[in-house]
């Protein structure tokens, strides 16, 4: 199994920067795709941005300019990197792999974190 461990949420004005971070642990074999997701209340979740293990990313349009995501393989690390935030930001974030553990690939999630701007 794979456990995933965020931290980096809280709460920041608008316009402020918030830097989260998510390490996957357990019998991981390789990991493909890292990303984030958010849910704000009453409204369905949906992808913020992922990376592949090659490098290559997406962003949702929302956040594109604001957003950067990275990671470090050797860590099974990820990290988004939140700039010029704005109340509508405002959400439970929730860290997501797409891991192979004994031959599977499987996807994890995270417990979630929750950023909210505001001030």
């Known amino acids: 199994q794979v456990q995933l461990v965020e931290s980096g949420g809280g709460l920041v004005q608008p316009g402020g920067s918030l830097r989260l971070s998510c390490a996957a642990s357990g019998s991981i074999f390789s990991i493909n795709v890292m990303g ?3 849910q704000a209340p ?12 090659g ?7 929302s956040v594109k300019g604001r957003f950067t995501i990275s990671r470090d393989n050797a860590k099974n690390t990820v990290y988004l ?7 509508e930001d405002t959400a439970v974030y929730y860290c997501t792999v797409a891991a192979t553990v004994a031959g599977t690939m499987s996807v994890y999630w995270g417990q979630g974190t929750q950023v909210t701007v505001s001030s």
């Open 81 to 87: 990197q939140m700039n010029s935030l704005k109340p």
């Open 55 to 61: 490098g290559s990313t997406s962003f949702a349009d």
């Open 42 to 53: 009453g409204k369905q979740r949906e992808l913020v941005a992922a990376i592949l293990s």
């Open 36 to 38: 984030w997701y958010r």
